[in-house]
């Protein structure tokens, strides 16, 4: 008996706590402000686990319950005698029981999920499962800041070298790596923090649902912030907001610009002038890697009335993109000014659209006319050379 019940106990208590490590760490990892939160906010390890458990504990089909007595569910009187499965994933995910089910909080209190089941016969390893898987997420993520699932085209975001600054220690979210903070963050490492997690999250959601559908509110939980009103004291306005995401890439995309220009500063040829302005964008998105939100952001905000003007304005003042122009304009000396603007116009949607349209592919795993962004790029710059060639008719 003591035997049997040693083997059930290694039965019941390895398999269960091994598999939710794996699949805690793949909740956290899957979206990468998740991870970041619990960088920024260490003590949110214990609801993070809850809410794990909540999203994806050992459901399976769920566990057979033979009723004594008869039973009341959901309006249903079920008698004595009857078989029941209960789902306890089901159950994890009821909307009469959690706000928001569907959605994976890591602040979420009180959590009174059912992964451990409930009554006489609920799971006696319970403490001994939390600790484990406490222990597991508490101790790997300050040790592995920029960890990632490895679905990033073979680029984990630990790129641009920052697996070497590995070490155990606070961290803070530069653009896309962690750095290592001496100390405790100050409060202004952790308003930067935040802010990070914000626009992030922000990017993300409005680049899958769109500006309009998406709140602050939503923006605030999703970037884990305990407090709904993040996204207004960080940032005011959406169109702060929408500025600060747009900012922390065009900045990126000028240097790469900048750079294209330089090179090619005695050149004459179009396709050269059409490369620079296509390529720093391509160039931009595969450096960030998979996956990523900026081109369907960018897509979103360029048919927002309201927002658009923000990026307008944003890429307006960049030298490189006036260099680009003046070098465009004379090579087409028989162009008119008007025609040229019109054509400046119709290379712009193309190049928003067409980015967005891949990485809309990408995210939704439908095959894609490229294999590559580098290669996205060279049918871009083919086609826009031709738009740019093209006979103008003079029916003014
Ligand atoms: C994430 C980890 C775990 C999960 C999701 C989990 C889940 C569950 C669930 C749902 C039950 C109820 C089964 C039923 O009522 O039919 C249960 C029971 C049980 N669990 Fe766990 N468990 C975990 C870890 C552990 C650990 C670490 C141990 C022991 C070291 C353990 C030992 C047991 C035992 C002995 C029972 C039977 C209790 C009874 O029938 O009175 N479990 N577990």
Known sequence: MLVATGIAMLVAGHETTASMITKLFALLLSDRTRWESLLVDPSLVRTAVEESLRMDANAGLGMARYLTEEVEIGGTLLPPGTTAMCSMAAANRDENAFERAS???????????????????????????????????????????????????????????????????????????MNKIDGNPSRAERAHATRE????????????????????????????????????????????????????????????????????????????????????????????????????????????????????????????????VAGLNACLPDLSDDVRAERFHMARQLLVHMVAERERALADNTPTPRASWHHTAAGLVDALVGLWLAPATNDS
């Open 197 to 324: 997690l914000i626009l992030t999250a922000a990017e993300r959601l409005f680049a899958e649902h769109g500006l309009l559908a998406v709140s602050n509110r939503q923006v605030s939980e999703a970037a884990g912030q305990g407090n709904n009103t993040a996204v207004g004291y960080h940032f005011g306005t959406k169109a702060d907001l929408v500025r600060a995401i747009a900012r922390r890439h065009l900045a990126q995309i000028e240097e790469i610009r900048q750079r294209m220009v330089a090179d090619i500063s005695d050149q004459t040829e179009i396709r050269a002038w059409v490369s620079c302005l296509v390529r720093p964008m391509t160039v931009h998105l595969a450096e960030v890697g998979s996956p990523t939100w900026f081109g369907r952001f960018g897509a979103q905000v360029m048919t927002d009335p309201t927002l658009r003007p923000v990026i307008i304005e944003e890429t307006q003042s960049s030298p490189s993109l006036a260099r680009i």
């Open 103 to 177: 959605e994976m909080d890591l602040g979420r209190t009180p959590n009174q999920h059912l992964a451990f089941a409930a009554g006489a016969h609920a799971c006696i390893g319970q403490p001994l499962a939390r600790t484990e898987l406490q222990g597991g997420a508490g101790g790997a993520a300050p040790q592995a800041p920029v960890a990632g699932t490895g679905d990033r085209g073979g680029r984990s975001t630990s790129s641009r070298g920052a697996r070497r600054r590995w070490a155990r220690g606070n961290y803070r979210c530069d653009g896309d790596v």
